[in-house]
Protein backbone atom coordinates (compact mmCIF):
# COMPACT_ATOMS: atom_id res chain seq x y z
CA UNK A 1 0.00 0.00 0.00
CA UNK A 2 1.02 3.65 -0.52
CA UNK A 3 2.22 5.48 2.57
CA UNK A 4 2.62 9.22 2.50
CA UNK A 5 3.62 11.49 4.82
CA UNK A 6 2.36 15.42 4.80
CA UNK A 7 5.09 18.06 6.13
CA UNK A 8 5.34 21.53 6.19
CA UNK A 9 2.48 22.53 8.34
CA UNK A 10 2.67 25.49 11.21
CA UNK A 11 1.70 28.43 12.65
CA UNK A 12 1.21 31.53 10.27
CA UNK A 13 -0.03 34.66 10.16
CA UNK A 14 -2.94 36.02 8.33
CA UNK A 15 -1.73 36.87 4.52
CA UNK A 16 1.19 34.80 5.02
CA UNK A 17 2.27 31.84 2.95
CA UNK A 18 3.10 28.18 3.74
CA UNK A 19 4.17 25.18 1.03
CA UNK A 20 2.84 21.68 2.14
CA UNK A 21 4.77 18.65 1.09
CA UNK A 22 3.31 15.04 0.64
CA UNK A 23 6.24 12.64 0.36
CA UNK A 24 5.20 8.68 -1.15
CA UNK A 25 6.95 6.08 -0.32
CA UNK A 26 6.24 2.02 -0.69
CA UNK A 27 4.07 1.88 -3.81
CA UNK A 28 3.72 -0.89 -5.56
CA UNK A 29 3.22 1.10 -8.66
CA UNK A 30 4.87 4.26 -10.05
CA UNK A 31 4.33 7.01 -8.48
CA UNK A 32 3.36 8.90 -11.76
CA UNK A 33 0.13 6.19 -11.64
CA UNK A 34 -1.69 7.83 -8.85
CA UNK A 35 -4.00 10.86 -8.85
CA UNK A 36 -3.41 12.98 -5.41
CA UNK A 37 -5.53 14.87 -3.56
CA UNK A 38 -5.13 17.51 -0.26
CA UNK A 39 -7.94 17.54 1.90
CA UNK A 40 -8.44 19.33 5.11
CA UNK A 41 -10.48 19.11 8.31
CA UNK A 42 -10.90 21.15 11.04
CA UNK A 43 -12.41 20.89 14.24
CA UNK A 44 -16.42 20.08 14.13
CA UNK A 45 -16.48 20.38 10.28
CA UNK A 46 -16.29 17.91 7.53
CA UNK A 47 -13.50 16.67 5.52
CA UNK A 48 -13.31 19.55 2.70
CA UNK A 49 -11.49 18.90 -0.94
CA UNK A 50 -8.91 21.61 -1.13
CA UNK A 51 -7.05 20.39 -4.52
CA UNK A 52 -6.04 17.60 -6.62
CA UNK A 53 -4.06 16.45 -8.91
CA UNK A 54 -3.76 14.15 -12.12
CA UNK A 55 -1.37 11.56 -12.06
CA UNK A 56 1.08 13.56 -14.91
CA UNK A 57 0.08 16.62 -13.52
CA UNK A 58 -1.96 18.07 -16.16
CA UNK A 59 -5.16 18.49 -14.85
CA UNK A 60 -5.61 20.09 -11.52
CA UNK A 61 -8.76 21.29 -9.35
CA UNK A 62 -9.87 23.58 -6.31
CA UNK A 63 -12.37 23.85 -3.94
CA UNK A 64 -13.87 27.15 -4.53
CA UNK A 65 -12.22 28.62 -0.99
CA UNK A 66 -9.19 28.50 -2.44
CA UNK A 67 -8.95 28.92 -6.10
CA UNK A 68 -6.38 31.98 -6.37
CA UNK A 69 -4.79 31.61 -3.60
CA UNK A 70 -3.41 27.76 -3.46
CA UNK A 71 -1.15 26.21 -6.05
CA UNK A 72 -0.41 21.96 -6.56
CA UNK A 73 1.98 20.68 -7.88
CA UNK A 74 4.18 17.20 -8.05
CA UNK A 75 7.43 16.64 -8.82
CA UNK A 76 7.50 12.22 -10.13
CA UNK A 77 11.02 12.32 -9.84
CA UNK A 78 10.95 12.75 -6.31
CA UNK A 79 8.02 11.16 -5.20
CA UNK A 80 6.54 14.26 -4.52
CA UNK A 81 3.39 16.75 -4.31
CA UNK A 82 3.37 20.24 -3.12
CA UNK A 83 0.43 22.72 -1.85
CA UNK A 84 1.64 26.62 -2.13
CA UNK A 85 -0.90 28.05 0.32
CA UNK A 86 -0.67 32.05 -0.11
CA UNK A 87 -2.87 34.66 1.25
CA UNK A 88 -3.58 32.38 3.94
CA UNK A 89 -6.70 33.21 6.23
CA UNK A 90 -8.22 32.01 10.06
CA UNK A 91 -10.71 29.81 7.95
CA UNK A 92 -7.75 27.79 6.47
CA UNK A 93 -7.09 26.33 9.85
CA UNK A 94 -7.25 22.87 9.87
CA UNK A 95 -5.55 19.55 9.53
CA UNK A 96 -4.22 19.25 6.00
CA UNK A 97 -3.96 15.63 4.56
CA UNK A 98 -3.09 14.01 1.20
CA UNK A 99 -4.05 10.98 -0.70
CA UNK A 100 -3.46 9.11 -3.35
CA UNK A 101 -5.78 6.90 -5.76
CA UNK A 102 -4.54 4.85 -8.46
CA UNK A 103 -5.52 6.92 -11.85
CA UNK A 104 -9.36 6.15 -13.56
CA UNK A 105 -9.82 9.00 -15.88
CA UNK A 106 -7.97 12.27 -17.27
CA UNK A 107 -9.04 14.53 -14.25
CA UNK A 108 -8.65 14.19 -10.78
CA UNK A 109 -11.73 14.45 -8.48
CA UNK A 110 -12.44 16.24 -4.97
CA UNK A 111 -13.92 13.36 -3.49
CA UNK A 112 -12.31 11.36 -0.37
CA UNK A 113 -13.93 8.21 -0.92
CA UNK A 114 -12.15 8.27 -4.16
CA UNK A 115 -9.02 7.61 -2.80
CA UNK A 116 -7.16 4.24 -1.66
CA UNK A 117 -4.00 5.77 0.61
CA UNK A 118 -4.25 8.84 3.24
CA UNK A 119 -1.51 10.16 5.38
CA UNK A 120 -1.55 11.45 8.80
CA UNK A 121 -2.03 14.83 7.67
CA UNK A 122 -0.06 18.18 8.73
CA UNK A 123 -1.65 21.02 10.95
CA UNK A 124 -1.57 24.07 9.91
CA UNK A 125 -2.77 27.28 11.86
CA UNK A 126 -3.15 30.82 10.68
CA UNK A 127 -3.52 33.38 13.37
CA UNK A 128 -2.16 36.19 14.71
Known amino acids: QLQLVESGGGLVQPGGSLRLSCAASGFRLPFNYYHIGWFRQAPGKEREGVSCISNGGGSTQYGDSVKGRFTISRDNAKNTVYLQMNSLKPEDTAVYYC???????????????????WGQGTQVTVSS
Open 99 to 117: AARPWSRPTCVLDPPAYDS
